[in-house]
């Protein structure tokens, strides 16, 4: 069976599943997202993602046509109907089509999309080998002009940086935001460690304020490693012992290079595979 999209409220096949050329999301990437996993047939922090995706949509004034018990609802019956119990899922809300201004409160129909798929990680061998990236010359959107908590559908630049990853042949790429400091990677969120303390930007350093990133942080609190949310400078990650990124679809994975300098041993660190283990038996129990 071809794989079921649901759109308010409705399934179509993959092929079938559409909305208009004049929908705001296409036109002026007017609307939100949250990008979920699902292990064992459970969606890990379903709740989070939710209050997130409706924090956003507060932001941006945008009304999410349905209440979040029905989304639950919908993302559950989503997986279900495709028979995915280990994958990702894709939650859009655009704010609709009307005509071809900018005036959003021309629309009235936002437009509610679950995808539910099968997940392309990253290879098995970057968790244990890790990752090299770069710094973009691209910054963080300015949190003054659209901030990066608003999980948008306009990730343009976040994918302007990407582009600039890979044309060095990274995965990933570390932006700085508009002072300089570290903000997060494209995708994924930051931390380093230096002399067993963990360290991340801030929720203000211009960054999404990421659940496997809070994840991270309680597993770390757990296991007893103290965590500061602090503004950190390229001269930190230069200079720490162990750098690694967390998000939704890439869990926790290890950094060994950045900008050419190696982090560390250049080797995945002990606190990086302590936090990935513990995150994986987190999500897998
Ligand atoms: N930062 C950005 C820009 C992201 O798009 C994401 C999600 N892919 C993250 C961080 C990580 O957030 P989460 O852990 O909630 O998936």
């Not at 570290?182 to 360290?199: Q, R």
Request: hydrophobic fraction near 40%; proline fraction near 4%.
């Amino acid at each position: 069976m071809a794989l079921q999209i649901w759109i308010n409220g409705e399934f179509f096949s993959k092929e079938d599943a559409k909305i208009s050329v004049y929908d705001r999301g296409l036109l002026y990437g007017d609307g939100i997202f949250e990008g979920m996993r699902c292990y064992n047939g459970k969606v890990f922090r379903m709740e989070e993602h939710l209050k997130r995706l409706w924090e956003s949509a507060r932001s941006i004034l945008l009304p999410i046509p349905i209440d979040i018990q029905s989304m639950a609802k919908a993302v559950n019956e989503t997986l279900s109907t495709n028979k995915i119990t280990d994958g990702y899922i894709r939650l859009i809300v655009t704010r609709g089509s009307g005509s071809l201004g900018l005036d959003p409160f021309e629309t009235s129909n936002p437009q509610v999309i679950i995808i539910a798929d099968h997940i392309a990680l990253y290879p098995k061998e970057l968790y244990e080998k890790g990752l090299e990236i770069i710094t973009a010359a691209t910054i963080r959107n300015h949190s003054a002009a659209l901030n990066p908590r608003i999980k948008s559908l306009n990730y343009l630049n976040n994918i302007m940086a990407k582009i600039e990853g890979l044309k060095a042949g990274c995965q990933e790429a570390l932006m700085l935001n508009h002072k300089g400091d570290i903000a997060e990677c494209t995708g994924d969120n930051i931390f380093l460690v230096k002399e067993g303390h963990l360290y991340t930007p801030p929720a203000d350093a211009g960054i999404l304020d990421g659940i496997t990133r809070k994840a991270a942080i309680e597993i770390a609190n757990e296991v007893g490693i103290e965590v500061s949310e602090i503004a950190l400078t390229r001269h930190d990650v230069f200079t720490a012992d162990e750098c690694f990124l967390t998000g939704s679809a890439a869990e926790i994975i290890p950094v060994v290079k950045v900008d050419d300098r190696p982090i560390g041993t250049g080797k995945p660190g002990p606190i990086t595979q302590q936090l990935l283990s513990k995150f994986q038996e987190l999500t897998r129990s």
